[in-house]
């Protein structure tokens, strides 16, 4: 009678702490993070390129390395871009849905709930013109409370891998 032994997966670990780690990454280099992964993954494609090139494949060869310098060159300009877009569809959100308030006068049983109807898009907007004008700093805060939502997640999967 032979005894197998059963093959421990060590993924739910290495996630776990390559969650924490991305959470310690995003509060200590706060925006930084993102130009750092954009050079991260440019390095990628390129070395993705080289692969390519060497087994003959010249059109993805091309494409792959053209998207590697690409993402190293223009990569913080892209993630601020998006910044921008995000905070002008957040401003718009807030404002279209204040409009749709104030038009089909909503109203609440409570003045209290009256207040809590409005307040969600009041704080899109502000949110959106926080992020617009990067406010007190609002970018490197985002940076840091998605840090630390991230480094509570990797505890809660290390935790729950080591229970199993």
């Not at 706060?30 to 130009?35: A, G, L, P, Y």
């Not at 993954?41 to 091309?62: N, Q, Y």
């Not at 569809?89 to 609440?108: D, F, M, N, P, S």
């Not at 409570?110 to 959106?128: D, N, Q």
Request: proline letters at 2%; charged letters at 10%; glycine letters at 6%.
């Amino acid at each position: 009678m032979s005894k197998t032994r059963k093959k421990r997966d060590y993924t739910p670990y290495i996630n776990a702490i390559l969650t924490l780690l991305l959470g310690v990454l995003f509060i200590v280099l706060k925006e930084s993070v993102i130009k750092y992964a954009m050079t991260a993954f440019g390095i990628v494609m390129i070395v993705l390129a080289i692969l390519d090139l060497a087994d003959r494949l010249v059109v993805p060869a091309i494409i792959k390395a053209v998207i590697g310098i690409m993402a190293i060159v223009f990569g913080w300009v892209i993630a601020s871009a998006a910044l921008y877009i995000m905070a002008a569809l957040l401003i718009i959100y807030g404002l279209v849905q204040i409009y749709e308030l104030a038009r089909t006068h909503v109203k609440a049983n409570r003045a209290g709930y009256t207040i809590l109807i409005y307040a969600i898009p009041v704080a899109s907007v502000a949110a959106g013109l926080c992020l617009l004008f990067n406010l007190s700093g609002t970018v490197a805060w985002a940076f840091i409370l998605t840090g630390v939502l991230l480094i509570i997640e990797g505890v809660l999967s290390l935790a729950d891998a080591v229970s199993h």
